[in-house]
């Protein structure tokens, strides 16, 4: 008799959700996240332990945001000078979000724009920051076992965040260094055919802009290529462009909306925007997500799923008075952008001095390393032998391409801003002993070829003639093997 609960032994008993590895996590990108957490640098408690290199994190500028609460004190609640405001932000909020709040998140992207581009505070869709965007997209655009075409590289999380519970593939457009990655019609072409041909119906197009891993911005002309194959094609663009106040150096920033503005005859209803201020300003534990859509279908749609991400009334709250003050929205984003600049040019110097050059970048908290050089042999094997050694004897938590889905071994993401002055100096000592230190070892292993290759240069041709001489028992005191070595 079977025993109420009593299961097959193999039966499962939880989801597939729950127990398949679809989120992404099994990646060496993340692996290095936790050789982080198990041994985390700190000047004094742990001054040997990693450097966290591998977190998109802006906290070169968090110290105006910190000066502008001060200033500011009934922006916020929890104040004596804003606590009036408790009973009405504390009460349940709709979906929509207040509407101080989508209006100030809207003026904030048009001048991170450069104002070039205007946003409707009514298609400003909430979420829990960039990751409940895109999700919320992918949820909106299509349905499991239909694809998606990314350019590579591209961000790992993607791998969890449009496809985990969604169901939705991601396929690669593969992308070189020898055109610095940039998206071609012809990869564009190729990655499409090569879906059909498989079978799978592709519902859309998801580019980062600024590029991450890349810290590159798309050109207008890529932009154009990408609305009108979509058009096309009649599917869908999704523009991550949470990076898109991060543009520090030229060509100025274009964003997907300047190009739809400027071209009468793109279908609109095509185009959506993720965005976040967890990189341009800063404050990704606020978790603010935004989703702007072109297509009315897909507002109404992702805002009613934004119930199940919604951003606290008491953060709206104090981001509609941050972002509604213009003196200092404009004046935060120009010292971020110098802040960024400067860091970068210090952290690529200090490459270049020890012959370690990166991809042109102009954006981004991140450099694209180019460490080929540095491999055994150009394959992933190599690439994450070499990623290995530097998390665990240079012990810095760098990301290999691999994680990123490059298809060129030995380019690795290395961050910069998310750290102070002190910490970025000891990762450039760390750098530079370990190349220096691999350079002292390629140039030791390439003088012993050479004494080798001289050594049997230097040996009487009849050694390699007469097989008993190679015999250990009969070499004698005189034998010319022992006076070679000698």
Aim: glycine fraction near 6%; proline fraction near 5%; aromatic fraction near 10%.
């Amino acid at each position: 008799m079977r025993i109420y609960g009593e299961e097959h032994p193999n039966q499962q008993i939880l989801s597939r959700i729950a127990t398949n590895d679809g989120h992404g996590e099994n990646s060496s990108y993340f692996d290095g996240w936790k050789a982080y957490e198990k041994d985390p640098f700190h000047l004094t408690d742990n001054p040997t332990g990693v450097i966290q290199m591998g977190l998109a994190e802006n906290q070169l500028s968090l110290d105006l945001i910190r000066d502008w609460m001060k200033k500011n004190p009934q922006a916020s609640i929890c104040t004596e000078e804003g606590v009036s405001e408790f009973k009405a932000i504390a009460n349940f909020q709709d979906y929509h979000g207040l509407p101080a709040f989508r209006k100030a998140i809207a003026q904030f992207m048009e001048k991170v724009r450069g104002g070039r581009a205007r946003f409707d505070p009514d298609r400003i869709v909430m979420s829990g920051g960039a990751t409940g965007a895109q999700e919320t997209i992918a949820f909106c655009l299509a349905d499991p076992g239909e694809a998606f075409l990314i350019p590579t590289p591209y961000y790992p999380g993607f791998d969890r965040d449009f496809r985990w519970r969604t169901g939705v593939q991601l396929l690669p457009i593969h992308c070189h260094s020898s055109n610095k990655f940039k998206i071609t019609q012809a990869a564009l072409e190729t990655a499409y055919r090569k879906a059909r041909n498989s079978h799978i119906r592709v519902k859309g197009i998801l580019v980062t802009n600024p590029s991450n891993p890349l810290g590159t911005t798309m050109d207008r002309e890529t932009l154009r290529t990408l609305v009108s194959f979509v058009n096309e094609k009649r599917m869908h663009l999704v523009c991550d462009e949470i990076f898109s106040g991060t543009v520090f150096d030229k060509p100025s920033y274009v964003s997907v909306s300047e190009v739809i503005e400027d071209d009468p005859y793109c279908d609109r209803d095509l185009i959506h925007i993720a965005y976040s201020l967890s990189k341009d300003l800063g404050v990704p534990g606020f978790r603010v997500g935004v989703i702007y859509s072109y297509n009315d279908a897909v507002v109404s749609c992702a805002r009613k799923m934004s119930s199940f991400g919604l951003v606290s009334s008491q953060t709206q709250h104090l981001l509609a008075s941050m972002l509604g003050d213009e003196e200092f929205t404009t004046s935060f984003l120009a010292t971020s952008r110098t802040r960024l600049c400067g860091r970068r040019r210090v952290f690529t110097d200090g490459l270049k001095r020890v012959g370690i050059h990166c991809l042109d970048g102009n954006a981004g908290l991140f450099c694209w390393m180019d460490l080929r050089p540095l491999l055994k042999e150009a394959t992933v094997e190599a690439e994450l032998r070499l990623w290995r050694v530097i998390i665990n004897d240079v012990k810095l938590n760098i990301s290999p391409g691999s994680s990123f889905h490059c298809s060129e071994p030995g380019w690795f993401r290395v961050c910069f801003a998310n750290m102070d002055d002190t910490a970025m100096k000891i990762a450039l000592r760390r750098i530079e002993s370990f190349v220096y230190r691999e350079n002292d070892a390629a140039v030791q292993a390439k003088n012993k070829r050479r004494w080798d290759e001289a050594l049997r240069l230097s040996l009487p041709r009849r050694r390699f003639e007469d097989p008993t001489i190679m015999t250990p028992h009969l070499m004698s005191p005189h034998s010319p093997l022992v006076q070679a070595a000698t």
